[in-house]
């Protein structure tokens, strides 16, 4: 069974870019939440989506925003890229809403210069 | 709003040796889950091991087990025997159950270094 899958793996982007980053997560699972990982704010939320609906929201700007497909499959999008943009960016999947076990990808590295 | 902290930033034990991560939370709800998650230089967040707050026995997986204390809101990670696999970011994490809010709350993390 193919885990989480988080795509591209690593990102360079410029200041006042955009950027999209996907997660594929694992067959049949249907919620999909994503992590901001930084070294001085360690791991944020930003939002969870089920069912193409986003369910809830982190602490951050408009500019982060997301959606997922009818296949459960997840993106994320950053407009105007800021230096402080660059971290870790992770993606769990988790069955249904509300279940225990979340399943981690290997995140997309994003660098922003 | 929940917290977690882990108050070691660095810890480091000898092979085959037993060690212990600390991690307290703060919370007024009373049904939730608590996760320790294992982060190796792979970057992939691995579950080592959970506990249901209303389950008063403490968690065990193989050489993982936790020290659960729901009153004084601490739950602290002892990995027996280690292993130098066991190298990695260890990370403390807080999930409401029930309600509408299922987000992930982690800790700043404890980086595990295992000696040979």
């Known amino acids: 069974k193919a885990g989480v899958t988080q795509t591209p793996r690593y990102l360079i982007k410029t200041r006042g870019q955009q950027v999209t980053l996907s997660c594929s997560p694992i067959s049949g699972h249907r919620s999909v939440s994503w992590y901001q990982q930084t070294p001085g704010q360690g791991l944020q939320f930003l939002f969870e989506?089920?069912?193409?609906?986003?369910?809830n929201k982190g602490n951050f700007p408009g500019r982060f925003s997301g959606r997922q497909f009818s296949n459960s499959r997840s993106e994320m999008n950053v407009s105007t890229l800021e230096l402080g943009d660059s971290a870790l960016y992770l993606c769990?999947?988790?069955?249904?809403?509300?279940?225990?076990?979340?399943?981690f990808g290997q995140g997309t590295r994003l660098t922003v210069v | 709003a929940q917290t977690v902290t882990q108050s070691q930033p660095e810890m480091s034990v000898q092979e085959a040796e037993t060690v212990t991560l600390s991690c307290t939370y703060d919370?007024?709800?009373?049904?939730?889950?608590l996760f320790w998650y294992k982060q190796p230089p792979s970057r992939q967040m691995i579950l080592v091991i959970r506990q249901e707050a209303y389950k008063q026995q403490n968690a065990t997986e193989n050489r993982f087990s936790v020290n659960f204390q729901k009153a004084a809101k601490s739950f602290s990670l002892k990995i027996s025997d280690s292993q130098l696999g066991d190298t990695a970011m260890y990370f403390c994490?807080?999930?409401?159950?029930?309600?509408?809010?299922?987000?992930?709350?982690f800790g700043k993390g404890t980086l595990l270094t295992v000696n040979p």
């Open positions: 994490a807080f999930k409401i159950s029930g309600g509408s809010n299922y987000k992930l709350t």
């Open positions: 919370t007024s709800e009373n049904n939730y889950y």
């Open positions: 769990a999947s988790s069955f249904q809403q509300g279940n225990t076990e979340a399943f």
């Open positions: 989506y089920f069912s193409e609906t986003q369910r």
